[in-house]
């Protein structure tokens, strides 16, 4: 079974830098696409940023600012958060999409709160 951990979230004051890390267990998931999303306050759940094989994919709103990356052997992702800013608050969720089923996956989610 598909499991998702995410770790690293927490308080940071604006401008700061913050590292989510995220472990992927129960299979192999190099050719699948691994993401982050966010859920601000009150807000729908809206993506952050996506890695496959080769080719990353960011919201325009974090672009310049997030860097996202994976370690297939590990079967990990990683988003390094940089110049953090209020409006980066939001919980923090991995998501893998298996590309064999197009079956989601989702962790836990973590907090991030940006102070101003």
């Known amino acids: 079974q598909v499991r998702l951990v995410e770790s690293g979230g927490g308080l940071v004051q604006a401008g700061g830098s913050l590292t989510l890390s995220c472990a992927a267990s129960?299979?192999?998931?190099?050719?699948?696409?691994m993401g982050w999303y966010r859920q601000p306050p009150g807000k729908q759940r809206e993506l952050v940023a996506l890695?496959?094989?080769?080719?990353?994919n960011y919201a325009d709103s974090v672009k310049g600012r997030f860097t996202i990356s994976r370690d297939n052997a590990k079967n990990t992702v990683t988003l390094h958060m940089s110049a953090l800013k209020p409006d980066d608050t939001a919980v923090y969720y991995c998501?893998?999409?298996?590309?064999?089923?197009?079956?989601?996956?989702w962790g836990q989610g973590t907090q991030v709160t940006v102070s101003s």
């Open positions: 890695i496959t094989t080769g080719i990353t």
């Open positions: 129960g299979g192999r998931f190099s050719i699948d696409i």
């Open positions: 998501n893998l999409r298996k590309i064999a089923t197009m079956s989601d996956y």
